[in-house]
């Protein structure tokens, strides 16, 4: 009864509160009755619960998930990091997952099976309805930015950040000029297949399909310029397997395309077993988890503070005395590596230097 | 001389090494022990929530006064022992109580963490002691040292912190953290702020954000102790106002509890020039030379939250508190070595009754400008030359 009462009032507490009330009354109740008494709401980290599960195409299923009050709004295009206990040994695992809607209160991540994947596979065969899983606040800036004339080009899985983008774009009443490319390997497998037609019926998006076995007009990602002649006053989206995207890469630089207008969505993986000694040296994302933003240090930055590069971007982040004796400053690592002034996953960023690709924060 | 001033800045490299590594061999000693402590702290302070409750519901009119010394225990732990504490991230490194970290920890005081973190640890502990730097020199509008210009309100400083600040203490917090005591002095001073430390909005807060936040944090305290439990009281048949006023007197008795505690230990401390911050042997001389500890048993630290190890916890602020006892120990040692001053009152009377003696002198003004009293670190440089 206590679950049936729970799976009631979580859409409507997060629907009728907000989030930020939410939070307010969640973080300061937070104690062991309450904790144990709801452990979605009375929580500290991030969660979200699958309240429906679709099936698209065969092998992709979407699913639809609320997520908790530490989640913040996010913006269609923009993707999840998801955590489950994968596999035989039950370590966590981590995938990053582009949202393929967003509709008001929850978000749905789509998802296609590739049986070599822990956490794809978890989720094909393990989710249920009403189970809760770990996910990150939404990151990424494979977002609309107020072009004119855009062009998304995409493959399998791939549609999912550009479907929601589409789908915002569409309730736009001042919308943009939209073309649409969809490459999938036959009809059936074409994800959002009902809903890609309802668009283009509707409104003038214009969605052309590049399968394999298709009856109509296909063109092969190397066609696109006779596909589109315009091209190359679009700002292209690219999504999609890496092969794909490789592909369509090289065909833009043959044809001269404007990089500076291409955005591509690609994940950034967490690299591990980084030396401790050798001063790092790579473009570094750091996220700051409980505020949602990110910022970027560039390698030739590596040996600066977390600190004073954060301040870089214009981006405050609380400190005291900046040399590691106050402890102001002091937070935790989510995840990345750092070196200098830390102690367990606490670091102090006024005095510890980025030493992996992603360094997230609390 | 150059070979003078090497020696002297090898002394103070010397110092700072000293005083590194009692925190690091604190800090590789971290461990359960830490975490079993501040967890039975939460868990002491949770039965005396309970039994404080508990009496003051049943017992009939004032009989329910023998709730009251449980609920201030369970208020004050968690404001000092646990809130003051858990805020400068000692607990911070420990994954399995998210709870006690820092930026998680919600206080059940009337005031918004996240400012109290940047006043507290990044402005306070920091330029402790540093005119118009420290804005713990006056925790509103008081006058504590002959630089502070002299203005009507001070004539009065003594008994209107007394009696009116004192009572509410904490609700006051708020408005030095997010600048409403600035736009006090502002209004109603003829100097304005002069003299004083200013708000400085990092967060670039509007007045609204401002007034959201001071609002949420206040707001969660009275609701509970002078709403939710004087009504649930009422709807079980028992009394709504003898709840309601037992749980005042707990608050003020704890506001006024805190408000002793947090004043004696810097206002007496000689003024600290900025200067010291450049070097970190100078920067802790100065905390030393800022800060005045008074005596008291382990149980009693906990009832101050281990405020009255003040000259360790300045040392070290984001150490458990519990450990302050033993490294007083050690910093002692470091301080007689070095011939630094390391102050301490006999007991919390003999604090207190130093503290109203500086809020009396400085209520009114010079008749000629006094010398103000130089810090250890300019005694010291003058004697050199």
Redesign the interface.
């Known amino acids: 009864m206590l679950n049936n009462i729970r799976t009631a009032i979580h859409p409507w507490a997060i629907k009728k509160l907000g989030r930020d009330w939410l939070e307010y009354l969640a973080s300061n109740t937070m104690n062991v009755v309450t904790e144990r008494l709801d452990p979605f709401i009375w929580s500290y980290d991030c969660k979200a619960k699958i309240i429906e599960i679709r099936q698209e195409t065969q092998d992709t299923k979407t699913f639809v998930l609320l997520p908790n009050q530490h989640f913040k709004q996010p913006l269609p295009g923009q993707h999840i990091e998801l955590t489950v206990n994968a596999g035989n040994t039950g370590e966590a695992t981590s995938r990053c997952y582009s949202l393929s809607e967003i509709n008001g209160d929850t978000v749905s991540i789509t998802v296609k099976h590739n049986p070599e994947g822990k956490v794809s596979s978890w989720l094909h065969q393990n989710a249920e309805v009403d189970m809760v899983l770990n996910i990150s606040s939404p990151r990424g800036h494979f977002v609309y930015r107020d072009q004119k004339k855009l062009l998304f080009i995409c493959a399998g899985a791939g549609i999912t950040p550009c479907f929601s983008i589409l789908k915002a774009l569409d309730k736009k009443t001042d919308r943009p000029d939209i073309a649409f490319y969809y490459r999938s390997r036959t009809p059936n497998e074409t994800i959002f297949k009902t809903q890609l037609e309802q668009i283009q019926n509707s409104s003038n998006v214009n969605i052309s399909y590049s399968r394999h076995d298709d009856a109509g007009i296909s063109y092969l990602p190397n066609q696109l310029l006779e596909a589109y002649p315009d091209l190359k006053d679009r700002d292209i989206y690219l999504c999609g397997p890496e092969p794909f995207k490789n592909a369509v890469l090289e065909y833009l630089n043959t044809i001269k395309y404007d990089l500076n207008k291409l955005e591509i969505e690609h994940f950034v993986r967490i690299d591990s077993g980084i030396s401790q000694t050798r001063k790092f040296d790579e473009d570094v994302t750091v996220f700051l988890k409980s505020r949602n933003i990110s910022f970027m240090i560039e390698a030739k930055d590596c040996d600066k503070t977390l600190l004073e590069a954060a301040e870089d971007q214009g981006i405050h982040l609380e400190h005291g005395c900046r040399s590691g004796m106050c402890g102001t400053c002091r937070t935790n690592l989510v995840s990345g590596q750092v070196t200098g002034n830390q102690l367990g996953k606490s670091i102090y960023p006024c005095t510890a230097y980025p030493a992996s690709a992603q360094v997230v924060l609390e | 001389m150059p070979s003078k001033e090497h020696s002297n800045e090898q002394r103070f490299d010397e110092i700072h090494q000293a005083f590194e590594n009692i925190k690091e061999k604190h800090?590789k000693d971290?461990g359960q022990k830490d975490v079993r402590y501040i967890k039975g702290i939460r868990r002491y302070s949770r039965i005396f929530e309970v039994i404080g409750r508990a009496l003051i519901w049943c017992l009939p009119g004032p009989l329910a006064l023998l709730g009251v010394p449980f609920l201030f225990l369970h208020r004050n732990m968690e404001a000092i022992e646990i809130g003051h504490n858990v805020l400068?991230?000692q607990y911070?490194?420990?994954?399995e109580i998210?709870?006690f970290?820092?930026?998680?920890f919600?206080w059940k005081a009337p005031i918004d963490e996240?400012a109290w973190?940047?006043e507290h640890?990044?402005?306070h502990?920091?330029h402790t002691n540093v005119y118009e730097k420290d804005p713990d020199l006056n925790h509103g509008f008081l006058r504590t040292n002959s630089k502070v210009p002299h203005n009507k309100w001070h004539y009065f400083q003594l008994p209107i912190y007394l009696f009116f600040v004192y009572p509410g203490m904490l609700y006051n917090f708020n408005a030095q953290n997010l600048g409403g005591n600035d736009k006090f002095r502002e209004r109603r001073f003829p100097l304005g702020n002069k003299g004083y430390a200013v708000f400085d909005n990092?967060?670039?807060l509007t007045d609204d954000d401002v007034k959201i936040r001071h609002n949420?944090a206040v707001w969660?305290v009275l609701v509970k102790e002078y709403i939710l439990f004087p009504l649930l009281a009422l709807i079980t048949g028992y009394s709504f106002f003898k709840v309601l006023l037992a749980n005042l007197l707990a608050d003020m008795i704890n506001n006024y509890w805190i408000a002793l505690t947090i004043q004696a230990t810097h206002l007496t401390e000689p003024l600290q020039s900025e200067d010291a911050?450049k070097n970190?042997g100078k920067?802790y001389v100065s905390q030393l030379d800022s800060s005045v500890n008074f005596k008291g048993t382990r149980w009693q630290s906990i009832l101050w939250g281990h405020l009255n190890y003040q000259v360790e916890h300045h040392l070290f602020?984001?150490i458990p508190a519990h450990r302050y006892p033993d490294m007083a120990i050690e910093v002692q040692q470091v301080c007689e070595k070095y011939n630094l001053p390391y102050k301490s009152n006999e007991n919390w009377w003999q604090a207190i009754s130093g503290y109203m003696k500086v809020l009396w002198r400085y209520s009114f003004k010079e008749s000629e400008s006094l010398p103000v009293e130089a810090s250890f670190l300019e005694k010291e440089a003058s004697h050199a030359k």
């Open positions: 800090r971290l400068h991230g911070d490194s420990f994954e998210p709870q970290h820092s930026r998680k919600r996240a973190r940047q640890n990044g402005i502990h920091v990092t967060e670039h949420r969660r911050l970190k920067w602020p984001d």
